[in-house]
T-cell receptor, first 114, second 112 residues
Framework: EAGVTQSPTHLIKTRGQQATLRCSPI?????VYWYQQALGLGLQFLLW???????NRGNFPPRFSGRQFPNYSSELNVNALELEDSALYLCASSHGQGVGETQYFGPGTRLLVL | DQQVKQNSPSLSVQEGRISILNCDYTNSMFDYFLWYKKYPAEGPTFLIS???IKDKNEDGRFTVFLNKSAKHLSLHIVPSQPGDSAVYFC???????????WGLGTSLAVNP
């Protein structure tokens, strides 16, 4: 069974541009989560999507947004990029059926903002 | 303010011995706890979890202990193997909002 996949693996942008990151969940999983891991910091929760709806959002500005498509894949968009947005962006998926669900992670997209 | 703390940034253990990784949390409302390990250039891999209604969960070489009164959990790896060398993260859930709160990780080195 294929795991969570993310694309691209690396992305280089300049300040002020927009970045789009993509994630495909494990087959059968309906929930998708996005996390940011900046250098020297732990993983920070960004967004949770389930059944096409945004269910929860972390403490990030509105220029971080996303969506979930009917096939449960997801896109994270970061507008007006700032230097401090440089980080590893991780996507995870889960069954979406209960409390304490295990989240399974993809390999991440490393975003560098110059 | 860190709600989940892994106070040891690194740990070195001899192959075959026990590795003990610790995690402290601040909020007694946290009710589900997970351990992940992460190799460089890969996403975190789920290891083992425990609910707040239990104090121990075991899966092969991995055992997680939860001390609710001390707001402390630990991961024991016995016996440790060189392939266990990775960064280990403690993560917790608070309620059903699916937001995992993470520690900063402990880098484990298992020496042959």
């Amino acid at each position: 069974e294929a795991g969570v996949t993310q694309s691209p693996t690396h992305l280089i942008k300049t300040r002020g541009q927009q970045a789009t990151l993509r994630c495909s969940p494990i087959s059968g999983h309906t929930s998708v989560y996005w996390y940011q891991q900046a250098l020297g910091l732990g993983l920070q929760f960004l967004l949770w999507y389930d059944e096409g709806e945004e269910r929860n959002r972390g403490n990030f500005p509105p220029r971080f947004s996303g969506r979930q498509f009917p096939n449960y894949s997801s896109e994270l968009n970061v507008n007006a990029l700032e230097l401090e947005d440089s980080a590893l962006y991780l996507c995870a998926s889960s069954h979406g059926q209960g409390v304490g669900e295990t989240q399974y992670f993809g390999p991440g997209t490393r975003l560098l903002v110059l | 303010d860190q709600q989940v703390k892994q106070n040891s940034p690194s740990l070195s253990v001899q192959e075959g011995r026990i590795s003990i990784l610790n995690c402290d949390y601040t909020n007694s409302m946290f009710d589900y706890f997970l351990w992940y390990k992460k190799y460089p250039a890969e996403g975190p891999t789920f290891l083992i979890s425990i609910s707040s209604i239990k104090d121990k969960n075991e899966d092969g070489r991995f055992t997680v202990f939860l001390n609710k009164s001390a707001k402390h959990l630990s991961l024991h790896i016995v016996p440790s193997q060189p392939g266990d060398s990775a960064v280990y993260f403690c993560a917790v859930y608070a309620g059903n909002n699916r937001k995992l709160i993470w520690g900063l990780g402990t880098s484990l080195a298992v020496n042959p």
